[in-house]
């Protein structure tokens, strides 16, 4: 399933779910206020999810900028919310094998270099990263069925179409506060990351632990 993510979880939804005409455009007020402009609304019960205008928004999404830059934003988004409703899958009766080999694997090498943390709230904040982690590598994959992906890059920025998708997703929500966990650990426990900017073998960024891609 994890050779073609996005074409099986949209087959999947279209062979179980049909379209409620009478819950589009309906939004929650609560979601719609809150400050955090790029957070989604599922819908668990049709396995759907809705996401703010605001995400439509530059560097989000536009047609000027270089396609790393919007695979690196407005891409890992839509994959955030694909991810989360793609883990609810196997209470659907579908396999999502892939995705737990890669969460597992995640889980384990933060744990195992910061066990001391270990209670409900810090699991729910790795819970977090590992899907953004998951979001990561869905975008990445579409990238790189663009044949000039690498090619493909910002004028004056001495940066790689791989680079560039890093960079553009960190500067976009890895703030001073939650950066650290949120973007910091999933990416120092990838090897596409580490190889990409050639951190070196147990530096910061290129932990020991290291997890295949999940797509």
Not at 21 to 36: C, E, F, K, M, S
Not at 98 to 123: G, R
Request: hydrophobic share 40%; charged share 20%; proline share 7%.
């Amino acid at each position: 399933m994890e050779a073609s993510f996005i074409k099986n979880m949209r087959d999947v939804t279209r062979a179980v779910y049909r379209t409620d005409l009478n819950t589009i455009g309906l939004v929650i007020p609560r979601w719609v206020l809150a400050d955090n402009l790029y957070e989604f609304f599922s819908y668990p019960d049709r396995l759907d999810y809705i996401l703010k205008p605001s995400i439509l928004t530059p560097p989000m999404y536009h047609l000027t900028v270089p396609m790393p830059v919007r695979l690196g934003t407005f891409g890992v988004e839509v994959a955030k919310a694909t991810v989360h409703l793609y883990a609810d899958l196997r209470f659907e009766g579908h396999s999502t094998r892939a995705l737990d080999v890669f969460l597992d694997c995640l889980y384990d090498a933060i744990i195992n270099e910061q066990p001391s943390k270990e209670d409900p709230e810090w699991e729910n904040i790795v819970l977090s990263s590992m899907l953004f982690g998951a979001a990561l590598d869905v975008g990445l994959s579409v990238l790189k069925q663009v044949p000039s992906f690498d090619k493909d890059r910002l004028p004056d920025v001495p940066l790689t179409g791989r680079q560039l998708f890093y960079v553009a997703q960190c500067y976009t929500h890895c703030g001073e506060q939650d950066g650290p966990m949120l973007c910091n650990e999933p990416l120092r426990h990838k090897g596409d990351f580490a190889s990409t900017f050639s951190c070196t073998t147990k530096s910061n960024m290129r932990s020991k632990y290291q997890c295949n891609s999940f797509v």
